[in-house]
Nanobody, 125 residues
Framework: QVQLVESGGGSVQAGGSLRLSCAAS????????MGWFRQAPGKEREGVAA????????YYADSVKGRFTISQDNAKNTLYLQMKSLKPEDTAMYYC??????????????????WGLGTQVTVSS
């Protein structure tokens, strides 16, 4: 079992920055592939960024490349998402997720089996 708790969301103006955190616990968290997803009202949940457990390789949606950075602190069992140059279209509920299966597609929701409850990010113009 893996438990995930997100924090760090809030309201910012366009061009601002936020850093999201995801505290992970459980006996499989050390080798889980991790990702950040977001869901805006009326839209499907979409993958934003992901990080591979074995080698730290990172993956990003085209819409956030160059603006968002995913990272993790294994000693603290914490996943981060640094968001810069935020845009109103980044407004969404952001979710942390963990994938413990053998197969993994980084930005696809289907391959993640543990989810946090989310943290809201609102960007005003």
């Amino acid at each position: 079992q893996v438990q995930l708790v997100e924090s760090g969301g809030g309201s910012v103006q366009a061009g601002g920055s936020l850093r999201l955190s995801c505290a992970a616990s459980g006996n499989t968290v050390n080798y889980a592939n991790m990702g950040w997803f977001r869901q805006a009202p009326g839209k499907e949940r979409e993958g934003v960024a992901a990080i591979r457990a074995t080698n730290g390789a990172t993956y990003y949606a085209d819409s956030v490349k160059g603006r968002f950075t995913i990272s993790q602190d294994n000693a603290k069992n914490t996943l981060y998402l640094q968001m810069k140059s935020l845009k109103p279209e980044d407004t969404a509920m952001y979710y942390c997720a963990a994938a413990t299966g053998a197969l993994w597609f980084p930005l696809k929701t289907t391959w993640y089996n543990y989810w946090g409850l989310g943290t809201q990010v609102t960007v005003s113009s």
